[in-house]
């Protein structure tokens, strides 16, 4: 059984900074491309941040310079390092694993980040 858990998420002010995990089983982790999602209220799930299974990062332009995504096969673990948080941060993030050649793609159950004063 595949299961992908999220997470690190809270509350945080404007300019503060939070760490989410998403700690995968039932996959070979480190043959998955991995990504994270947000989905915020009224809005379309969007990609915020993509770590191929070769370590190559590509971010969505709002978070770049703030956010960094890492995983750690080892540990079939995947973050996302984010910093100077902003309220249009506000949202619903998703894990996301994908094997692309065998059209496979695996969705956490999301973890809430609110950015508010």
């Known amino acids: 059984q595949v299961q992908l858990v999220e997470s690190g998420g809270g509350l945080v002010q404007p300019g503060g900074s939070l760490r989410l995990s998403c700690a995968a089983s039932?996959?070979?982790?480190?043959?998955?491309?991995m990504a994270w999602y947000r989905q915020a209220p009224g809005k379309q799930r969007e990609l915020v941040a993509a770590i191929t299974r070769g370590t190559n990062t590509n971010y969505a332009d709002s978070v770049k310079g703030r956010f960094t995504i890492s995983r750690d096969n080892a540990e079939n673990t995947v973050y996302l390092q984010m910093n100077s948080l902003k309220p249009e941060d506000t949202a619903v993030y998703y894990c996301?694993?994908?094997?692309?050649?065998?059209?496979?793609?695996?969705w956490g159950q999301g973890t809430q980040v609110t950015v508010s004063s």
């Open positions: 039932g996959i070979t982790f480190s043959m998955y491309n």
């Open positions: 996301n694993a994908d094997f692309r050649e065998l059209h496979l793609q695996y």
